[in-house]
């Protein structure tokens, strides 16, 4: 689908998009890079990694590919130094890493809570911490910016009301939600960082719908949606742009919920 931006919009910006490999933050990192930033991926998985490069370059994106998990400092740490090495600078640090699976707290181990913890809450908040001393204005990039940087980071609407069988993903992305705002007045304040999220709803084609919803309850979600359908992952990443750019200057602390309607929505009676 054709893009309402300018392609320039981004032009000299460098974006890091964590799960960049795949799903929506695949989508956001295209949309990064067909409007003019170079965008570093990071994933855990190497083959991903290279299939999500090799689909970026063959669109003309100056793009590459960084092996990493958000779980282990010394990766993010190695992973924005090497981003840094290679493109000089980084404005912008989307946090799309995530850990999903269903399952009842009966049935969910302490370790399994943590892990999702571990890899959406505190990965997104050591993906920021580590991040910082690039995204500053006039940050240690080689070219010196004139503002802050800005952080995205991918949330949902589970904790919103309660969603069956997440408690795990609920907890985490409340965290990432409050990292989102406590960033935003500090960071803000202090360096000029805008920090906001997106809350996708269901998203057609994305392993987190695939893994979530099944058959029917991807029909179901359609009967609730009141604008009648699953959204694109287009539809994320073009409310992302809308955030990178100029036009989402004086939006920080935000997080924007892109669902159609959905988790507002309740039965006709
Ligand atoms: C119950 C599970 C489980 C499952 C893992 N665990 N999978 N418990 N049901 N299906 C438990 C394990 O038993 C273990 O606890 C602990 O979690 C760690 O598991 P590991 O397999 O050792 O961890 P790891 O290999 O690091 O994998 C973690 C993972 C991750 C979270 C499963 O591999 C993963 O999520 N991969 C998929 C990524 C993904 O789908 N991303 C899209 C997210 S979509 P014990 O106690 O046994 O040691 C998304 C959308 C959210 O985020 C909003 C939806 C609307």
Not at 114 to 138: F, N, Q
Request: positive net charge; hydrophobic residues 40%.
């Amino acid at each position: 689908m054709e893009s309402p931006f300018k392609p320039d919009i981004l032009k000299g910006k460098v974006a890091l998009v964590t799960g960049g490999g795949s799903g929506i933050c695949f989508e956001i990192s295209t949309q990064l890079g067909k409007h003019g930033a170079a965008v570093a991926i990071m994933g855990r998985r190497r083959s991903i990694l290279d299939t999500a490069v090799d689909a970026l370059r063959s669109q003309g994106i100056r793009a590459i590919g960084f092996q990493g998990d958000v779980r282990k400092q010394e990766d993010a740490r190695r992973v924005i130094e090497s981003t840094i090495s290679h493109f000089a600078r980084l404005d912008i640090l989307v946090n799309g890493a995530a850990g999903n699976f269903l399952v009842s707290p009966e049935d969910l181990s302490t370790n399994g809570f943590r892990t999702v913890l571990d890899i959406d809450s505190v990965g997104t908040y050591t993906m920021c911490h580590e991040a910082l001393k690039y995204l500053k204005k006039g940050g240690s990039g080689k070219d010196q910016s004139t503002t802050g940087g800005l952080i995205l980071n991918i949330s949902a609407t589970l904790h919103y009301t309660a969603a069956w069988y997440q408690i795990h993903v609920s907890a985490a992305k409340a965290a990432v939600d409050s990292i989102t705002r406590s960033l935003a007045l500090e960071w803000g304040t202090d360096y000029e960082i805008r920090v906001n999220g997106i809350a996708p709803g269901p998203i057609e084609g994305t392993p987190g719908l695939q893994k979530l919803a099944p058959e029917e309850m991807k029909n179901k979600a359609r009967e609730y949606i009141p604008l009648y359908r699953l959204g694109e992952k287009w539809d994320i990443a073009m409310a992302a742009l809308f955030l990178a750019s100029h036009a989402g200057k004086y939006i920080n602390g935000a997080t924007i919920i892109v669902d159609g309607g959905h988790w507002l929505s309740r039965p006709r009676h």
